[in-house]
């Protein structure tokens, strides 16, 4: 069978349904989440559970400590390595997760892009947000045009890319050429629905111990790596912790910032993504949807 991509906005139900589908066709699961590679960043990922991993083999989960670099270009090595060896093995490649980035690499495969330039990326997280979104309109209107203007991370990277190579940023990817088959899949749900599975999974995460994992993380490094630091739920603790605002009110900015972060993914999966989407009612359980994937599969 061919591989299986599941893609969607957090707490969709995508992990449960993928963990379904895998036991049911014999499938194991790749993971396409960029924090859930981080090991120790368990709570705030929602990363599957140990009965989980035992139920099904999952990959490229756990891969760097959390002061190690990790970007897109590890992660489609890694992915590549265990979509080969599953498939040695007999067995389905389901691809799982919400990381948009990292799915484009799965089909169009990365850009010759320049490595990073650590004094100028210094320069550039000095300046502010406005500046940058200026930089970037002049030096590539085309990628400014359909970045996301609130992730300042991607925004840098992007000027820096052009600033170190001399070339823009979307003209290196006019170059990228589709490399993923399979079948495609979006899990989506009714706002309210989602916001309210939100709600609860960030509270079910703080109930888990959020506070203390965020503690342990920060003596293992955790401040030194900027992409991990970014990941919503620990920076936040990290301004509570550093005094900033009190727990109560954490916990709501967390809830608001994954809000906000799954409508971003949402749109990004309808725009960018050629997706067979699912529209989940807020009663269907994972293995009624689990069910209905498996029998469009038998039917392609």
Known sequence: MDPIYIAGPTASGKSAVALLIAERIGGEIISVDSMQV???LDIGTAKPSGAERSRVQHHVIDAVGPNEAFDVARFLRLATEAHTDIVRRGHV???CGGTGLYFNAL???????????????EELEATPIEQLLKQLSELDPAMFERIDRSNPRRIRRAIEIIRTSGRKTSDQRTNWKRKADGHWFGLARERADLCQRIDQRVDAMFAAGLFHETERLLNEGLT???TAMQAIGYRQVVEHLRGERDLPATIALVKQKTRQFSKRQLTWFRNQLDLEWMDISESEAPETTAKTIIDRLKKT
Do not use: D, F, Q, T
Not at 108 to 118: D, H, M, R, T, Y
């Open 93 to 95: 490649p389901i691809y």
């Open 224 to 226: 030194e790596n900027r």
């Open 107 to 121: 089909i169009s495969g990365l850009a010759e892009v320049p490595a990073p330039n650590l004094k100028l990326r």
């Open 38 to 40: 981080y090991r120790g």
